[in-house]
C-alpha cells in the first residue's frame, strides 16, 4: 500500500513542498522510505496527488507534486457527529470510525452521564490527540478530507447548534419514546446525529433535546456499546440513504 | 443495571438451578452480589426470566426462576457471519459486535491474506474465547440467544456452505468488480455474509467466490477497518432491509 501524506499546504501538480515535522517523521523512521520512493499527499481539504519523495533527513522531508488523483469520494449528505466523550481511550475510537464513515464535522460533549471531566480532558490534550487520530483515520480509509473537531462543549450548546440541519438523538431500544428509524425518514442534505455516553440520556436530557427539535432515532432493538453506536448509527443512516 | 445471568439448563418459572461455575464466579466474586439479590437468567436460546439469587458459596450459587419475560427480539433476517480472522484481538472484537448486531451463526475462516495460522488458534484455544467473549457480549446486549460458533475453515469450506441463504461477500471499494449496495437487493430470509482479512481478497479468491454463487456487495466508498467492517456490514444490511 502506497503511502499517504498530509501536506495541507499543497496547492497543485509541480509543486516541491516541506513535509510538515510529523509527517515527516512517520515516512523517514517509521516507513524508512527513501528519496525516489512514490507516496500520495493529501491536503486534509479533499484533494490528493500522486507525489516522489524529495530529498529527507532525520527529521524533514519534501515531496514533488505529481498528477491530481481522485480520493475516496466524500458522501453527498453532510454529518456532523455530536458524541458525548466516553471513558478511557473511547473517544479515540469514535474518531477513528466517524472519519472513515465520512462524517464532516465531530462534536464532542459533556452530559449527565459522562464520566470524565471537561478539565482532565484539557489537561490531557485531548483534542490534539483526537485530531491525530482523525489523521491516521483518513490516511487509512482513503480519504483526503479532515473533518473538523469542535471545541468539548456542554449538551446544552450541542442542543441550540445546527439548527439548519436534520437533528437526529439516538435513543437507546429501552426508552420510552417514540423513535423513528432511518428508514422513516426521507434523505436529508445534512444532519446532526447526537449520541450519548454509555448510560444513555437522563430522561431530562431526552425531553430537553426534544423540546429544541431534535428528533429521536433509534437504530436495531439490542443496547450498543457506547463506542460502537456512532458506527453502527452512521452506517445504518448512509445504507438507507443510499450515499456513496 | 441487573444482572444478566447464563443458565443453559432453565426451562420454566418456579426451577432452583444451580448457576454454572463460571457465572457463579461472576456474579459472587465480581459483582458481589448476595442471596436475594435479583437477577435475570437467560438460556442462550431466547428466552429469560426474572430471577433471585439464592445460595452462594465461593465458587457456586443457585438462582430461583420468577415470570418469563422478554429479551431483545431477534432479526427477523438470520445472519450467518464468516468472517476471516484477524490479528492480535481482533477477532474477539469482531465477535462481541456480530453477537450485538443479532447474528445466528459466526464462521470463522482462514483464507490466503489471512495472518494468523489455524495450528496458533488452536493451541491458544481461541473458539473457547470467542464463546466466552460471545456470552459477555449477549448480557451487554439484552440478546438471550447465543449464535453458534462454528469450527475454524478454509475459504473454500465457506464458499461451499449455506446454499439456502442469499450469499453476499463484502468486497472493498478499490476492487474492479461489480457490487451491490445493500438497497440494491430485496430483503432476503437468510444471509450469509463473508468478510476477507485486512488486505481483503485475491483476486483468485473473489473469483472463486463469485463462480461458487456468491454476491459482491459494496458498503459505502471508504476503506474500512478490518475489525470495524462487519459491523457496518450488518448495521447497512439491518437498515436498509427494515429489521427489528
Redesign the interface.
Known amino acids: 500500500m502506497i503511502a499517504r501524506v498530509l501536506v495541507p499546504a499543497a496547492v497543485r501538480e509541480g509543486e516541491v513542498l516541506d513535509v510538515p515535522a510529523d509527517e515527516a517523521g512517520h515516512l523517514v523512521r517509521v516507513l524508512r522510505l527513501r528519496p525516489g520512493a512514490a507516496v500520495r499527499v493529501f491536503d486534509g481539504k479533499g484533494h490528493e496527488w500522486d507525489a516522489t519523495l524529495g530529498a529527507t533527513t532525520k527529521h524533514g522531508a519534501v515531496v514533488a507534486l505529481g498528477a491530481a488523483r481522485s480520493a475516496?469520494?466524500e458522501p453527498r449528505i453532510g454529518y456532523t457527529l455530536a458524541v458525548a466523550v466516553l471513558k478511557g481511550d473511547g473517544t479515540d475510537d469514535v474518531v477513528?470510525?466517524a472519519v472513515?464513515?465520512?462524517v464532516q464535522a465531530i462534536r464532542p460533549f459533556v452530559s449527565a452521564r459522562t464520566e470524565v471531566r471537561a478539565a482532565a480532558l484539557e489537561r490531557a490534550h485531548r483534542r490534539e490527540r483526537w485530531e491525530r487520530v482523525a489523521i491516521a483515520s483518513a490516511k487509512?480509509?482513503?480519504?483526503a478530507m479532515l473533518p473538523v473537531i469542535h471545541d468539548l462543549v456542554d449538551l446544552r450548546t450541542v442542543l441550540a447548534t445546527d439548527g439548519e440541519a436534520l437533528r437526529l438523538l439516538l435513543v437507546e431500544?429501552a426508552v420510552a419514546v417514540t423513535a423513528a428509524?432511518?428508514?422513516d425518514i426521507a434523505a436529508p442534505r445534512a444532519v446532526s446525529l447526537a449520541i450519548g455516553p454509555e448510560g444513555g440520556w437522563t430522561a431530562e436530557e431526552a425531553a430537553q433535546a426534544i423540546g429544541a427539535g431534535w428528533q429521536p432515532l433509534r437504530?436495531?432493538?439490542?443496547?450498543?456499546?457506547a463506542e460502537?453506536a456512532p458506527?453502527?448509527?452512521l452506517?445504518?443512516?448512509?445504507?438507507?440513504w443510499?450515499?456513496?
Do not use: F, I, Y
Open positions: 475516496a469520494p477513528r470510525d472513515m464513515m465520512g487509512q480509509c482513503g480519504r431500544p428509524r432511518p428508514a437504530v436495531g432493538e439490542r443496547v450498543l456499546r460502537a458506527l453502527v448509527a452506517a445504518a443512516c448512509q445504507a438507507v443510499s450515499e456513496t
